[in-house]
């Protein structure tokens, strides 16, 4: 089975803290994605990584950051927190699509989806 | 009109009836097509994929309707256990592939 684990279940952080979520796969997925999940917004793709080092901006990237040093590890920095990022971030891993490079047109990017446990960031 | 809408719900449905919901899309570029199920304060959970032909999964049986534009997921006689949020998911092609979900149609089981 597929095992995503994020590095905190709950966290409480202060206006202005640098914010670091941690995510980690174990299935050699070449692609991971950071969501958010509010009430009556429901998911939200933040950014996502294709290969290591790779990085593209899914639909609302402002305030945030990513890091992808190594394959199994998709990290997610808010640089200055504010209380508008308080809400649920959801990471997730998929394999990949019918071709290894996610720039041929047969790529199929995120399908079928694996998602971590979610972190329950509150920011006062 | 919204990439992907699904009715939120709640559908309170008695134990043992069958329910069903749909998800529209509107482009009419997608290519994939899936089912996820999440618990309150859980993660979203693969439930299905939605392939052209349609497929079942015991009690589970997802459809779709390239010509309206829709999916459907039919739960036979529900269990309790079925309360959950439904999310689907669709994998629209183009310049920026991307997946889009709905915020999810909330079911509820009543005993």
């Known amino acids: 089975d597929v095992k995503v684990t994020q590095s905190s279940r709950y966290l409480v952080k202060r206006t202005g803290e640098k914010v670091f979520l941690e995510c980690v796969q174990d299935?050699?997925?070449?692609?991971m994605f950071w969501y958010r999940q509010d009430p009556g917004l429901g998911l939200r793709l933040i950014y996502f990584s294709y290969d290591v080092k790779m990085k593209e901006k899914g639909d609302i990237p402002e305030g945030y950051s990513v890091s992808r040093e190594k394959k199994e590890r998709f990290s997610l920095i808010l640089e200055s927190a504010s209380t508008n990022q308080t809400s649920m971030y959801l990471c997730?891993?998929?394999?990949?699509?019918?071709?290894?490079?996610?720039?041929?047109?047969?790529?199929?990017?995120?399908?079928?989806?694996?998602f971590g446990p979610g972190t329950r960031l509150t920011v006062t | 009109r919204k990439e992907v809408e699904q009715d939120p719900g709640p559908f309170n449905v008695p134990e043992g009836a069958t329910v069903a919901f749909n998800c529209t899309y509107s482009n009419s570029a997608s290519q994939s097509f899936f089912w996820y199920r999440q618990d309150c304060r859980k993660e979203p959970k693969l439930l299905m994929s939605v392939y052209s032909s349609g497929n079942e999964d015991g009690r589970f049986t997802a459809q779709l309707n390239r010509a309206s534009q829709y999916i459907s997921l039919l739960i036979r006689d529900s269990k309790l256990s079925d309360s959950a949020t439904y999310l689907c998911?669709?994998?629209?092609?183009?310049?920026?592939?991307?997946?889009?979900f709905g915020k999810g149609t909330r079911l509820h089981i009543l005993p």
């Open positions: 998911a669709v994998n629209i092609r183009g310049r920026d592939d991307k997946i889009i």
């Open positions: 299935m050699d997925h070449e692609n």
């Open positions: 997730a891993s998929f394999a990949g699509g019918l071709a290894a490079s996610p720039r041929s047109p047969s790529y199929i990017r995120g399908g079928e989806q694996y």
